[in-house]
């Protein structure tokens, strides 16, 4: 009995909407990068899943899935620089602190 | 599913056979660790001219038992840690991805954990997954030498996952599988990948004696250097289990080495005998192990930009072209491999017989720069 | 008996997966939270093993586990605050986020049971050939631009953190 399609777009859902409610509240920086993160894995569960089940000729999901992986560790990177820097500018990665664009 | 010996029911026959597989991999790997801290003071002692271990046992061969022995008994000291978790938790992060690593090597036709269809992706997943614990062990130590050691040892170990993953790019290409197994099966005889695809296996070397942390590029963990850097509050039991993890990573280096380059069971007989397969692939592996012993014992240490830089600007262009040579040439005579084995000598000779001349002319700039500093 | 492996091993995996992801929200401390995340991609890991998509999984953990959270404890690691114990505690916004995640997260659960298996599945020979031969077949260009983005990006993490007295 292989599990049902809708059992991992299920827990693809509730791991994305987890992932929302934790950019929402949290308030350091580096955890709401934690939490873009869990929401593209739940993308990239759902993608997966599809892909496996309806269109496994060609794999067209997975490949997606590949280039997610891509532009995510592009991201991380890129987010983690932008934190550094501004916790140069001043010792805080708190986003409810980092209000102003100038000083 | 598939039913034990003497008829025994699948039901019972599936989990024993798990327990006896990890029984099996936990005896290899201790006492394959045990094996080599023996043989690896035997024989740096003998290059540098020494004896090692004599007196415990018949020339010295229970030092082992007595160095296991010691270790156990030692005192737990725990500093004041930044993280008390992840302190305790580092060491099985660095020994479980090893353990894990021995399910896709092939011993034996047909001795072989699972095949899986991606077994090359999935050793050099699970070698990637040691960072993580280094990391993590040299931060959690509350200690500024950990810290800056863990922090090397990381960059050195994610430098050169690079050479190392381009290496055995290079034998997927002529294979055409990245299954093991299959691997290890298109290499019967003496037609072992070795004679055709030499540079990758000297490339993967470097970056597998860079990967395990071994001379010459163990400065993150050398006695001599900021204090055993990550190592360093690691005391008894938790310090054996990052040693036992280290040589466990180097059989597994041996491992892929003799599956992907010398054929990994093939030797005289074993077609009459399939379980003769395990010894040759045992010795072929001890073999390398005993390689990676005697360039401990005779290379110097690198510093820390030196390993860097012959990283990023020496194996990862040389290993780049490598592939674009081997496809390259593999596109333009699909039938026969001997232009490429033509090709991948010649760079192999001119790696070798460059490196001299660069280093000449390094010296030679370095003691200009020297006399017209000092003039 | 050997049938309910499969459903078991998923009930197993979506537990972890789930708890592991709300204590990356929910945790006090922020290195709790890189290590639960390392493990969420590791349950996410193996269910891409159970949906037969080895190859996928396999550059989950090596990029994920491997590099990501490496990379996440190094920003977790430089830029030390002080401890703010019960943080969530008095977090205003989590009322107003609640309200509006799970309604939304109920309804899209329930109704993605509603997509049903398609008649015929495919044959589990594993992800591996389809997904080169698309990746590098009809993706190639795409394959590329993605070489470009990491060069950019590489680039750029390294002129960012660069400091400017050099």
Known sequence: MAVPLGAFIAVSAVLFFIGAAGVLVRRNAVVILMCVELMLNATNLALVAFSRRYASIDERGSVFVVFIFVVAAAEVAVGLAIILSLYRNRPTVDVDEIKQMRG | MPVGPFGLDPAIWAPLRLVIAVLLVIGLVFNGALAQIYLERKIQAIIQDRVGPLHTGPWGLLQTFADAIKLLGKEDIRARLTDKWFFLAAPSIVFSPMVASYVVIPFAPGIVGVDLSVGLLYLTTLGSMTVLGIVIAGWASNNKYSLIGGLRSAGQLISYEVPQILSLITVVLVVGTLSMVGIAESQPGWQMHVFVLPLAFVTYFIAGLAETNRNPFDLPEAESELVAGFLTEYSGMRWAIFFLAEYGEITVVSAIVTTLWFGAWHGPFVEVFPLLGVLWFTLKAYFFVLVFMWIRATLPRLRIDQLMSLCWKVLIPLTLANILITSILLLAFPTTLVPVAIANWILLAGFVLALPYFQRRRLATLRERLRTATA | ?166
């Open chain 3, 1 to 166: 008996m050997f049938d309910l492996i499969e459903p078991a091993l998923f009930a197993i995996l979506t537990i972890g997966s789930i708890a592991a992801g709300a204590g990356v929200v929910l945790a006090n401390r922020i290195t709790t939270s890189a290590l639960l995340m390392a493990f969420t991609f590791l349950n996410v890991a193996g269910m891409f093993v159970l949906l037969g998509a080895e190859t996928v999984a396999m550059f989950q953990v090596l990029i994920y586990v491997g590099a990501i959270t490496v990379l996440i404890l190094y920003g977790v690691m430089f830029t030390p605050q002080s401890p703010r114990p019960y943080g969530l505690f008095f977090q205003t916004q989590k009322y107003w986020a609640a309200l509006f995640v799970v309604p939304i997260a109920i309804f899209v659960a329930l109704t993605a049971f509603s997509f049903a298996d398609p008649a015929v599945m495919g044959e589990k020979g594993g992800d591996l050939v389809p997904l080169a031969t698309s990746i590098f077949g009809d993706f190639a260009f795409a394959f590329e631009v993605a070489s470009v983005l990491l060069l950019a990006a590489m680039v750029g993490a390294i002129v960012l953190v660069k400091r400017d007295e050099e």
